[in-house]
């Protein structure tokens, strides 16, 4: 099992992970590392335990609000789909209307050209 060396909040670790999870793992331990030295710069020197735990509310708080993002994109897209799906059935209807329409048309047509045609054998 691969181990990454990572620095957060100012101390080095030794993290194990996944084959192939090298970088993603750093990648994500510099977005800790960035918001500590993003809380460090607002607030100075309030400890490391504090700033450590504000960071983690403060991920929490993002990893929230993109949670609810996602529902609220799964639920418009669940609409979206059941708006698509009725407008097709309306359309289907639609369809099948001016198709018995243009049928019942010609029927009528039909009959005015045999009505026409047995007047002309008179």
Not at 83 to 100: I, K
Not at 107 to 112: H, L
């Amino acid at each position: 099992m691969p181990h990454v060396s990572v620095t957060i909040g100012g101390r080095p670790y030794r993290l194990a992970c996944e084959e192939g999870e090298e970088l993603h793992l750093q990648h994500l331990a510099g977005i800790v590392e960035s918001k500590i030295e993003a809380y460090r710069g607002s607030f100075g020197e309030i400890g490391d335990q504090r700033i450590a735990v504000m960071a983690a509310i403060s991920l929490a708080d993002e990893l929230v609000e993109a949670q609810r993002k996602i529902e609220a994109l799964q639920a418009d897209t669940k609409s979206y789909q059941q708006n698509e799906q009725l407008h097709q059935t309306h359309q289907e209807g639609w369809v099948s209307s001016v198709a018995e329409g243009l049928g019942s048309i010609a029927q009528r047509i039909e009959t005015a050209a045999a009505a026409l045609n047995g007047a002309g054998k008179v």
